[in-house]
Nanobody
Framework: QVQVVESGGGLVQPGGSLRLSCAAS????????MAWYRQAAGKQRELVAT???????NYADSVKGQFTISRVDANNTMYLQMNSLKPEDTAVYYC??????????????WGQGTQVTVSS
């Protein structure tokens, strides 16, 4: 079994920064694509950023130049550095990881989410 846990959320003032972490644990052979999603109250979950094993990254237009996604495979961990935060960045942020538990099988796992609130 695999567990994915996010951390690092909290309350921050507009213009501030936060760094989210996503740690995968359990039966892990390797991790393929990893991604951050977010869901604001009353809205659909949206993709924020993705990163491949080759460190190829993609960002939603709304966060380009503001957020940076990274990963450390030795620790099965992914990060999201969020700068210049705005009230519209307020949401629950979720980690998604495509985890292979064996050489031939893999599936995507979700974390439970971490709340980010940007408010003065």
């Amino acid at each position: 079994q695999v567990q994915v846990v996010e951390s690092g959320g909290g309350l921050v003032q507009p213009g501030g920064s936060l760094r989210l972490s996503c740690a995968a644990s359990g039966r892990i052979f390797t991790i393929y694509d990893m991604a951050w999603y977010r869901q604001a109250a009353g809205k659909q979950r949206e993709l924020v950023a993705t990163i491949t094993r080759a460190r190829i990254t993609n960002y939603a237009d709304s966060v380009k130049g503001q957020f940076t996604i990274s990963r450390v495979d030795a620790n099965n961990t992914m990060y999201l550095q969020m700068n210049s935060l705005k009230p519209e960045d307020t949401a629950v942020y979720y980690c998604n990881a495509d985890v292979a538990s064996t050489i031939i099988t893999h599936q995507k796992y979700w974390g439970q989410g971490t709340q980010v609130t940007v408010s003065s």
